[in-house]
């Protein structure tokens, strides 16, 4: 029997339950929204809505930009939004500056990543949030690779056929084939000013040949995509001014002075800034400090 009367059979006899039964689908089609940087949206597509988003990189990678430039995106669009801290190191004032509407966020305060990873499995079951982040880049690499790769299926199965965007910042890539989207940053130059009173703020260094930290390049690489984005995001010749390579610009919080700055990606960047560790547990609504 010829191979082509072998394969007209097949899908005549799968017709109405299975479409196109010898298309190749390693990659769904998937709704994704931008994530706040140009580059990032170049180079992946945006962030997948109804999958897993996993983004890992060592410390002063730019995770924290990332991560502030998505909740600022999706808050804009008046989304509510969810922050799962695993160790108590948010900054909201570092978000506000960045562009984060603090009265869309929920912010879940965790001791350990036992309390975060329950308090995920309830956000995700109780639906409603344009965007949940698992924030778990202060949690050492040893314990976070315990978790058992069930935990990240079964994260990623509760927010199929959602319009939920579930995000993982890790240390480390850990939930790999759970996940739709794996992004890897890391750190190249640094940028420095001159001096501060160049940028117009009061004269916080005395020493003449001092400087001050401007800013750090960060970039982004695509370890793995298991999705087809279908999105509005611009295209290389649209954008423009956006880098196709992934690289974009994390700012400190005094690079804030004249509001949201704009960097190679062409969209906000967050700052980056140490947390108050206080040990405390609890879910509250953010607002201005």
Not at 26 to 54: F, H, Q, W, Y
Not at 104 to 115: A, D, F, G, K
Not at 248 to 267: D, E, I, N
Request: glycine residues 10%.
């Amino acid at each position: 029997m010829a191979l082509s009367v072998l394969r007209s059979k097949v899908e005549s006899a799968l017709t109405g339950r299975v479409i196109a039964p010898f298309t190749y689908r390693d990659r769904k089609v998937m709704e994704t929204v931008s994530a706040g940087i140009l580059a990032v949206d170049l180079l992946a597509g945006g962030l997948p809505r109804g999958g897993l988003t996993e983004i890992c990189g060592p410390l002063c990678s730019g995770r924290t930009s990332l991560l502030f430039s998505a909740l600022a995106s999706r808050t804009a669009e008046a989304e509510a939004c969810a922050l799962v801290d695993g160790r108590d190191g948010f900054d909201p004032h570092a978000a506000e500056a960045a562009g984060v509407e603090l009265k869309q966020l929920l912010w879940v305060r965790c001791r350990n990543i036992e309390q975060a990873l329950r308090a995920t499995d309830l956000l995700i079951q109780g639906g409603g949030f344009g965007l949940i982040a698992v924030d778990l880049t202060d949690i050492p690499p040893e314990t976070v690779r315990y978790v058992p790769l069930h935990v990240w299926f079964r994260f990623r199965r509760a927010v199929e056929d959602s319009s939920t965007i579930l995000l993982l910042l890790e240390q480390e890539s850990n939930a790999k084939t759970c996940a739709s989207l794996v992004l890897r940053l890391a750190a190249e130059r640094s940028r420095w000013s001159i001096s501060h009173d160049e940028r117009g703020a009061a004269p916080l260094l005395r020493h003449p040949a001092a400087c001050l930290l401007d800013g750090f390049e960060s970039r982004a690489n695509v370890l793995s995509c298991r999705m087809e984005p279908v999105s509005g995001i611009p295209s290389q010749e649209e954008a423009g001014e956006g880098d196709p390579d992934g690289v974009f610009v994390s700012k400190p919080m005094w690079g804030y002075l004249t509001g949201v700055p704009f960097g190679l990606a062409g969209a906000p960047h967050a700052g980056f800034a140490c947390g108050d560790f206080s040990g405390r547990v609890r879910a509250e609504t953010c607002s201005p400090c």
